[in-house]
């Protein structure tokens, strides 16, 4: 199921280190003169700025001329950037960028589109679990619910690993763990009741962002009733 939520993508800030001759880096505007059509990447640089389905033909048409947008300053890099060349992961706070923390600046942010985290004391004690393989790799485990009548599931991520195990049996259903998941099993076992309680919270945001699929769970549950009563 797909819906419209977009992510503020300029709440978080990530610093990389790559060679300026690196043949897989591009000019954004440059890149977008060559690939496709005339005046996209202003079009893009001002849809980071307004809401552009909702400006009238004269507002666009003046944005188009005055706005000052930055699509100019935007590269594109075509290849996979090595966690080694990250070198700073920042978050807006006020005015200023600070240092990336996942409890002042990424929980809140992570619960609102659906990521239901444990809390900081139980991520605390799965961190030993899965080393970080980076300066900027934390060991995270949550809950998100693509279908609310699907069975409660948990995704682990961290020590450059990120799988998913169904929450009630502990089975490896995606992704490729380490070697240590016996003890990340045991860890979901003595944490099972939070994580079902993650799992409760990423199904109402589910249902938040798509009420359609409550009303139709509750027509199917009171039909069910309806013919159990007849």
């Given at each position: ?6 992510a ?8 990389v280190?790559?060679?300026d001759?690196?043949p897989?880096l ?5 890149w977008?003169?060559?690939?496709e059509?005339?005046?996209?990447a202003?079009?893009?640089g001002l849809?980071?700025?307004?809401d552009?389905r ?5 507002e666009l ?6 706005a ?5 300053t ?8 090595a966690?080694s060349?990250?070198t700073?992961v ?5 005015s200023?960028?600070?240092?990336y923390?996942f ?9 609102q589109?659906g ?8 991520l605390?004690?799965?961190?030993p679990l899965?080393p970080?393989a ?6 995270k485990a ?8 699907a ?29 240590n998941l ?5 860890w979901?076992?003595?944490?099972e009741s939070?994580?079902?309680?993650c ?7 589910f ?14 549950a009171d039909a ?7």
């Amino acid at each position: 199921m797909k819906n419209e939520v977009m992510a503020d993508k300029t709440a978080i800030r990530i610093t990389v280190d790559l060679d300026d001759d690196d043949p897989l880096l591009h000019s954004f505007v440059e890149w977008s003169k060559e690939n496709e059509r005339p005046g996209y990447a202003k079009t893009i640089g001002l849809s980071a700025l307004y809401d552009l389905r909702s400006l009238s033909d004269a507002e666009l048409k003046r944005a188009y001329k005055k706005a000052q947008t930055k699509e100019g300053t935007w590269w594109l890099y075509f290849g996979e950037v090595a966690p080694s060349s990250i070198t700073r992961v920042a978050a807006i706070s006020g005015s200023a960028f600070v240092p990336y923390s996942f409890e002042s600046h990424g929980r809140k942010t992570f619960r609102q589109y659906g990521f239901s985290a444990v809390g900081p004391e139980s991520l605390a004690s799965l961190a030993p679990l899965l080393p970080s393989a980076h300066a900027f790799d934390v060991a995270k485990a949550f809950c998100i619910c693509a279908d609310a009548g699907a069975r409660s599931t948990v995704v682990v991520r961290g020590g450059g690993y990120q799988f998913e195990l169904d929450l009630q049996t502990g089975r490896l259903l995606k992704g490729d763990a380490p070697e240590n998941l016996a003890a990340i099993v045991e860890w979901i076992r003595r944490h099972e009741s939070e994580l079902a309680a993650c799992w409760t919270d990423s199904v109402e945001v589910f249902h938040h962002y798509y009420p359609d699929q409550r009303r139709m769970e509750n027509q199917l549950a009171d039909a069910d009733a309806l013919n159990g009563r007849m």
